[in-house]
T-cell receptor
Framework: DQQVKQNSPSLSVQEGRISILNCDYT??????FLWYKKYPAEGPTFLIS?????DKNEDGRFTVFLNKSAKHLSLHIVPSQPGDSAVYFC???????????FGKGTRLSVIA | DTGVSQDPRHKITKRGQNVTFRCDPI?????LYWYRQTLGQGPEFLTY????????KSRLLSDRFSAERPKGSFSTLEIQRTEQGDSAMYLC?????????????????FGEGSWLTVV
């Protein structure tokens, strides 16, 4: 049972444009959501997170939006840069600091 | 470098052999996690420790897998009688969990992973 779903395996965006990566979840108990970025042969790197008490969190070029009623979150990257090309994972946890549950990832390619 | 450190980075072993991976977490992080990642999948939770106590084990962790964190610092993950299906990247992560608010969120920080190839 995939509790965190990233339905787009890949996404291509032109440099300078906005990248929007989407994530859906099924467990209404999730209260903390994170995005990680992964380059080949490296471990995932933490990007940005959001608590369920918020609907938006911004950090530089990265913004995460949370829509609890739709059980949907998205990561916006603007402007996109070639160095952003990587696999992006959405993750979530329930209260109690439990282990994170990850989606399968979306491969972002930013084309110069 | 004060990040999560994993060793070895790459391991090729013959089916049936035992392998052991080591993880050194970020200093003062009391939680340590093991995940596994295969091609096209996200990281899958295996087990985690708070200090030296192993708090949870996934059903993915068969009896051929054992993890320890004897002094609450570094951890080892051993796979006995390896099978080709064990080929994956084994990821270690750590976090610092503070008592109190159970909804404080838990950001974990990963190491670079240990690639296992079973031939």
């Amino acid at each position: 049972d995939q509790q965190v779903k990233q339905n787009s395996p890949s996404l291509s965006v032109q440099e300078g444009r906005i990248s929007i990566l989407n994530c859906d979840y099924t467990n209404s108990m999730f209260d903390y959501f994170l995005w990680y970025k992964k380059y080949p042969a490296e471990g995932p790197t933490f990007l940005i997170s959001i608590s369920s008490i918020k609907d938006k969190n911004e950090d530089g070029r990265f913004t995460v939006f949370l829509n609890k009623s739709a059980k949907h979150l998205s990561l916006h990257i603007v402007p996109s840069q070639p160095g952003d090309s990587a696999v992006y994972f959405c993750a979530a946890s329930v209260p109690g600091n439990t282990p994170l549950v990850f989606g399968k990832g979306t491969r972002l390619s930013v084309i110069a | 470098d004060t990040g999560v450190s994993q060793d070895p980075r790459h391991k090729i072993t013959k089916r049936g052999q035992n392998v052991t991976f080591r993880c050194d977490p970020i200093s003062e992080h009391n939680r340590l996690y093991w995940y596994r990642q295969t091609l096209g999948q996200g990281p899958e939770f295996l087990t985690y420790f708070q200090n030296e106590a192993q708090l949870e084990k996934s059903r993915l962790l068969s009896d051929r897998f054992s993890a320890e964190r004897p002094k609450g610092s570094f951890s080892t993950l051993e796979i006995q009688r390896t099978e080709q299906g064990d080929s994956a990247m084994y990821l270690c992560a750590s976090s610092r969990v503070r008592g109190g608010n159970p909804s404080s969120g838990n950001t974990i920080y990963f190491g670079e992973g240990s690639w296992l190839t079973v031939v």
